[in-house]
């Protein structure tokens, strides 16, 4: 092969993670994406486009980089100069998947640029040994709502194609929260009580979506092991935790590790601008300015873009897909 003879492109959705009681087991893809170019090159150059992309290292230490020499290495292949282009739309640090959604795009950029030899599920071993838990990669992956689990070793996964009567209302803090600092807040050890607190609310709630029990929800969105303690870090969420159902929500939860807040929404309810207006009245109230935005769980997961004008840049492209 040429250097620069071939090109690919993939378009990977970011993702909710915990849901609430489902630490670190519980994913969901969300329609907000990132997209990543990327061909062989003469000397490795990286192009970050858009607001999103600011602090993000532009040498080999990039993690898309870093995570497409681990397809090159698993595969046998040697490719050590890449021209890698990203644009996104997922805020970063703020628990919506941007970290995921990186790790799992450029793990599929790179084994589409050498004829996908690794399957699905490698990448997806790869992916979450890299990210420590299963959720928001395998959400990014596999599109869906995804209930997983890691032993240490090995992942499993079971997606479920989420109800289309959801929709998801978050509210995005103008504040990052590394996910490294929100897990240094949770204790290492936990009742007994906490753990079937948690593990009972989780598999209601999962039962739930899988049988569109949306009734349900309210009640098995709680949570025991990490929301309480991560909730000093994020002013105004033990109240939006406990109040948010009373203004028209299905259920409330901290994205991720946080910031940001999610709710759960019929798509028929009527009380949509109340719940923004409670969100956006309570984090005002805690001097915190929020972006709200209303998106959709995404059904598709990374995809490879077989259909794209390679002589536009990749922002050409994207803004042509935006307004189609």
């Not at 849901?19 to 969901?28: A, E, K, R, V």
């Not at 994406?33 to 602090?55: P, V």
């Not at 703020?94 to 699905?120: E, F, K």
Request: contains cysteine.
């Amino acid at each position: 092969m040429e250097i620069g003879s071939r090109k690919v492109r993939v378009k990977v959705p970011g993702s909710t993670a915990n849901l609430g009681p489902g630490f670190d087991t519980l994913g969901m893809a969300l329609d907000l994406y990132a997209w990543i170019e990327m061909s062989e090159a003469a000397a490795t150059k990286i192009h970050l486009i858009g607001d999103q992309m600011k602090g993000i290292p532009t040498d080999k230490s990039n993690l898309i980089y870093e995570v497409a020499q681990m397809v090159f290495e698993k595969a046998g292949v040697l490719i050590p100069e890449l021209e890698i282009s990203m644009y996104s739309d997922i805020p970063l640090t703020r628990g919506l998947g941007s970290s995921a959604a990186a790790i799992v795009g450029g793990l599929a950029a790179a084994n589409a640029l050498i004829g996908s030899p690794l399957s699905d599920d490698t990448l997806f071993q790869m992916a979450t040994a890299l990210e420590q838990h299963p959720d928001n990669v395998g959400a990014s992956l596999y599109g869906g709502l995804v209930v997983a689990f890691w032993d240490g070793e090995r992942a499993e996964h079971i997606r479920v194609e989420p109800d289309d009567r959801l929709e998801v209302l978050v509210a995005i803090p103008h504040f990052q929260l590394s996910t490294e600092k929100a897990r240094h807040v949770l204790p290492r050890e936990q009742s007994l009580a906490n753990a079937v607190y948690n593990v009972g609310h989780s598999s209601v709630l999962v039962a739930a979506l899988c049988t569109g029990r949306l009734d349900m929800i309210p009640r098995a969105m709680k949570d025991a092991l990490h929301q309480p303690y991560r909730a000093p870090l994020v002013p105004g969420l033990s109240k939006i935790l406990a109040e948010a159902t009373e203004h028209g929500a299905l259920g409330v939860a901290l994205s991720g590790a946080g910031p940001t807040m999610l709710a759960l929404v019929d798509r028929d309810s009527s009380r949509k601008a109340e719940l923004e207006q409670f969100l956006q009245g309570t984090l005002r109230g805690e001097q915190i300015e929020a972006t709200l935005l209303w998106l959709k769980p995404a059904s598709s997961g990374v995809q490879v873009l077989t259909h794209f004008d390679e002589r536009c840049t990749l922002f050409e492209n994207i803004k042509g897909e935006v307004r189609g």
